[in-house]
């Protein structure tokens, strides 16, 4: 053969040109449209108030970072894995010429990078229509291309070892990590959501009666919690999609 | 004699505690070898292993002279899989899926586009390669999928089980195109339950019974096991007749008007056969082998396999 790409180039070839097809990837195009036109509809509605506009621009900043990129990741992150056993064409790659290691490396990297790219547009979006200038930004979009990478990687596992992943993830996201990131206590620091929050200065606190007055995370310390999470369930998805039976011819 | 091409010394292989291939040992050298049995036998269990998906627990496996599971990746490279499991992408038109196939196998997009056609060109599929996979029949997927498998100039095609769920006329056009591609000098191991379809594409043979080998080698050796039954009708072929044969060593398998089939055992040239009719004067219109079809000739090789 006289031209021959590297395995990591075809790895994302293959990933990327069936990805745009799947249910998960039409949905997240959906919902970053839906967030891209209720930014249109306060901007341009000439009769809300510019304070109301302001303010719904702020709390649609703050969703998008402590729920929405989430959600993406619970979404997007079955199409590296799910959408190809559903559809029963995860066994064209897994029978290619292609090492498991690189395709799985590379479908969580993309994926990642994916959720990151629209997040981080919505971002600037926000911000350039708010005329409150870039100097914050950097931490958005740090926050939201951590959490990204973090969240693909853990919904990644529960894809990988739940049918109903999406579900699962869902049931993880709302009754766990977002409440307990909430909770003034350290406890939530195993919620990516709270690094997530303090990185981009979005987190939350119940109110409670008793005030606890414990020290909180610093951004750097919280960003390198969260990338140990994308390294660590990263790993852990790669060793799965290396060994784990996904429907091959056996 | 053709240097075999998958060579497979005391294979032992296991899935979840059971074993499925039991020291599988087996030289195969055809151009289009059958790869048949039960299921259950373990037929998927050997292509995963003949891809180096599944690793043996013990024994030698060589595709193209290349040792498995080490040299995977060189194998899967060089051949082009056609798996019954797979499915074809729901979201694209047949050229996608085939273009997609290309790429996996290392071709650049322009070179994938066109080996796509080309492929699609050589299985006879026209303007319905521009449609969406998700509408075609059942006959058409199994073309886009071949098409998918051979895109990239394969040496080997390995097909599993490539006939499953066509009708008729399908089917016999699928086996066509396939029967082309052997004949063109690719090498194809084509997994079936089909004897059909095995005879009429294959010229060797791998039988699995219970993860054993219950023949490897060319179909003829399979139904060609000597002489085989014979039958010959002509006046004078009588019930006497037969008794005689029959004391002569002949099996003697049925006698009805003037019609004896008897298998021969030894007398490969038939002489007592001629010597009796001569001493009785019997005139004999038409003798002919009544050859097992290789369904009978599988059947009773399992079956001998069995009883081991």
Not at chain 2, 233 to 246: H, S, V
Not at chain 2, 271 to 290: K, M, P
């Amino acid at each position: 053969m006289a031209h021959s790409p590297h395995p990591v180039s075809t790895a994302f070839w293959i990933y990327v040109i069936p990805m745009i097809s799947t249910r998960a990837m039409r949905i997240g195009i959906v919902l970053f449209a839906g967030f891209v036109a209720c930014i249109a509809v306060l901007f341009m509605s000439g009769f809300i108030s510019p304070g109301f506009v302001t303010d719904a621009l702020q709390d649609l900043r703050h969703f998008l970072i402590m729920v929405g990129v989430p959600v993406g990741a619970v979404l997007l992150s079955e199409i590296p894995i799910r959408d190809g056993i559903t559809h029963r064409t995860l066994l064209y790659p897994l029978l290619g010429p292609v090492p498991r290691v690189i395709q799985a490396v590379v479908r969580v990297v993309v994926t990642g990078a994916t959720l990151a790219l629209g997040a981080g547009a919505l971002l600037l979006l926000i911000r350039i229509l708010l005329k409150e200038g870039f100097g914050f930004l950097p931490r958005e979009l740090l926050s939201v291309t951590l959490g990204a990478f973090a969240y693909v990687a853990l919904f990644g596992v529960v894809h990988l070892y739940n049918r109903r992943g999406l579900i699962t993830g869902l049931v993880i996201l709302f009754l766990f990590d977002i409440p307990l990131g909430k909770v003034p206590f350290s406890l939530r620091n195993i919620s990516p959501s709270y690094h997530m929050g303090v990185i981009a200065e979005q987190q939350e606190s119940y109110q409670l009666p008793i005030m606890f007055g414990m020290p909180g995370t610093s951004v750097a310390m919280s960003a390198l919690i969260l990338l140990g999470i994308a390294i660590v369930f990263g790993a852990l998805m790669v060793a799965g999609f290396k060994r784990k039976h996904l429907g091959e011819l056996c | 004699m053709n240097e075999p091409w998958i060579q497979l010394k005391n294979v032992h292989l296991s899935r979840g505690g059971r074993p499925v291939l039991k020291g599988v040992t087996a030289d195969l050298a055809g151009r289009a070898i059958g790869l048949v049995g039960a299921n259950g036998a373990g037929k998927s269990t050997l292509i995963g292993a003949l891809l180096g998906v599944l690793k043996a627990e013990s024994g030698m496996i060589h595709v193209l002279d290349l040792d498995l599971p080490r040299n995977a990746m060189q194998v899967r490279s060089r051949a082009g899989v056609m798996a019954e499991q797979a499915g074809v992408f729901p979201g694209g038109s047949g050229v996608d899926a085939v273009v997609f196939a290309a790429m996996l196998n290392g071709l650049s997009r322009r070179e994938s586009l066109r080996k796509a056609h080309r492929a699609l060109d050589a299985l006879d599929v026209g303007e319905e390669r521009y449609r969406p996979v998700r509408g075609y029949s059942t006959g058409m997927q199994q073309r886009c999928k071949l098409a998918m498998s051979l895109v990239h100039d394969p040496e080997i095609l390995i097909l599993d089980e490539p006939t499953v769920g066509l009708d008729p006329p399908g089917r016999t056009q699928l086996l066509n195109l396939i029967r082309d591609l052997r004949d063109e000098g690719r090498r194809i191991l084509v997994s079936t339950h089909i004897m059909h379809d095995a005879d009429f594409l294959c010229d060797e043979l791998l039988l699995l019974e219970a993860g054993t080998v219950a023949f490897s080698g060319p179909i003829r050796d399979l139904i060609d096991t000597g002489v085989g039954v014979v039958v010959a009708a002509g006046e004078g072929l009588d019930a006497a007749f037969a008794e005689t044969l029959g004391q002569r060593g002949y099996d003697i398998r049925e006698q009805a008007d003037e019609h004896i089939t008897f298998e021969p055992n030894q007398d490969v040239e038939l002489r007592e056969f001629w010597q009796l009719a001569a001493e009785r004067g019997a005139e004999v219109r038409a003798l002919g082998r009544d050859l097992p079809s290789l369904e009978s000739a599988v059947i009773r090789a399992m079956e001998h396999t069995d009883e081991q």
